[in-house]
């Protein structure tokens, strides 16, 4: 345990991904140590050092002020599938436990709705289907997509982000009869607390790492004024432990946590017993995150010195807005 915030110490982790999610192979980010535990800054590919700042203050917020007292011991968790084809869908739900599944579907719309019949086949008529469009479609491609998607997973419990901007969403919104969810046009604004949510959509998806950690995710959630659903960005056990701190202090509206990715990922920075894979479609709610394996940081260190160097100059980069 450090007495103080171990920047220069911070161990640098690039896990492969079992499938390419969004162009990308590789789960990559950085741990960082504080007086009370560990948190991992792993903010996505290009983020500038600003916006990286928010991502930071999220990682030490473990280590030092820690976490609220949780409401709930456990949350139940959504699995993640990406733009996979059917028979991958298939199984990457099957083998879950989850008995919802959020799915990717901004690709062609043919392969997102035969992946749709796919997970529908998995999970049975009783599960719960979301559609992740991550922004990507213009409003009348939504609106006839919307359509399609809900017929095709035989009803959608909401479609996420079906446009780039909140007025577009909300335009989505007045057309159709699914509900309408949006992540990132919270996760991505300057000012999320001025954000007319409420007017635009019906669930806000809350992410821990972009919004700068669970408190201020808290009061993005209040100021909403929406039933709030947790997701979080690509990350390891330690990141996905932030999601969970911010679930189980959010009242239960009946919807899933988006925090079953660390089963898209070949191997985790902590033991096998302390990863964070749903058992029986829940995951425990902690205290805090469990500590990297030593072990797992070696095989997992980046191959390559210009990744190492890439990650430590934004580490130091992102310390100026935090």
């Known amino acids: 345990m450090k007495t103080w915030i171990d920047f220069d110490a911070a161990p640098v982790f690039a896990i492969p991904l079992i499938d390419d999610i969004g162009g990308s192979a590789v789960c990559e980010g950085m741990l960082i140590e504080g007086p009370q535990g560990w948190g991992e800054f792993s903010p996505p590919p290009g983020c500038d050092p600003q916006r990286a700042g928010r991502w930071l203050t999220a990682a030490i917020e473990v280590g030092t002020v820690g976490w609220p007292d949780p409401l709930r011991g456990r949350v139940p968790v959504a699995v993640s599938v990406p733009a996979v084809d059917p028979d991958r869908a298939r199984r990457i739900v099957a083998d879950s436990g989850c008995r919802t599944a959020a799915v990717r579907v901004d690709g062609p719309l043919a392969e997102a709705l035969a992946r749709l019949e796919a997970v529908r086949d998995a999970l049975g008529p009783?599960?719960?289907?979301?559609?992740?469009?991550?922004?990507?479609?213009?409003?009348?491609?939504?609106?006839?997509?919307?359509?399609?998607?809900d017929r095709a997973a035989g009803g959608v419990e909401f479609v996420e982000q079906p446009c780039h901007t909140l007025e577009d969403v909300a335009a989505v919104r007045r057309?159709?009869?699914?509900?309408?969810?949006?992540?990132?046009?919270?996760?991505?604004?300057?000012?999320?607390?001025?954000?007319?949510?409420?007017?635009?959509?019906?669930?806000?998806?809350?992410?821990?790492?972009?919004?700068?950690?669970?408190?201020?995710?808290?009061?993005v959630a209040e100021a909403g004024a929406l039933p709030c659903v947790v997701a979080?960005?690509?990350?390891?056990?330690?990141?996905?432990?932030?999601?969970?701190?911010?679930?189980?202090?959010?009242?239960?509206?009946?919807?899933?946590?988006?925090?079953?990715?660390?089963?898209?990922?070949?191997?985790?920075?902590?033991?096998?017993?302390?990863?964070?894979?749903?058992?029986?479609?829940?995951?425990?709610?902690?205290?805090?995150?469990?500590?990297?394996?030593?072990?797992?940081?070696?095989?997992?260190?980046?191959?390559?010195?210009?990744?190492?160097?890439?990650?430590?100059?934004?580490?130091?980069?992102?310390?100026?807005?935090?």
């Open 126 to 149: 009783s599960g719960a289907i979301r559609c992740d469009v991550n922004g990507h479609w213009d409003i009348e491609t939504a609106v006839s997509a919307i359509t399609a998607l």
């Open 232 to 322: 979080a960005e690509m990350g390891s056990s330690i990141g996905i432990a932030g999601g969970l701190a911010l679930a189980g202090v959010l009242p239960d509206v009946g919807f899933a946590s988006a925090l079953g990715g660390v089963r898209l990922l070949t191997g985790d920075v902590v033991s096998g017993a302390r990863s964070l894979i749903p058992v029986d479609g829940y995951l425990p709610v902690a205290p805090m995150p469990p500590a990297p394996n030593p072990e797992r940081l070696r095989e997992f260190a980046p191959a390559d010195a210009a990744t190492e160097s890439r990650w430590r100059a934004l580490l130091t980069a992102a310390q100026a807005y935090i």
């Open 175 to 219: 057309r159709v009869d699914v509900r309408i969810a949006v992540n990132q046009s919270i996760r991505d604004s300057a000012e999320p607390l001025r954000l007319p949510l409420a007017d635009c959509a019906d669930i806000a998806v809350l992410t821990v790492g972009p919004l700068g950690g669970v408190r201020r995710a808290l009061r």
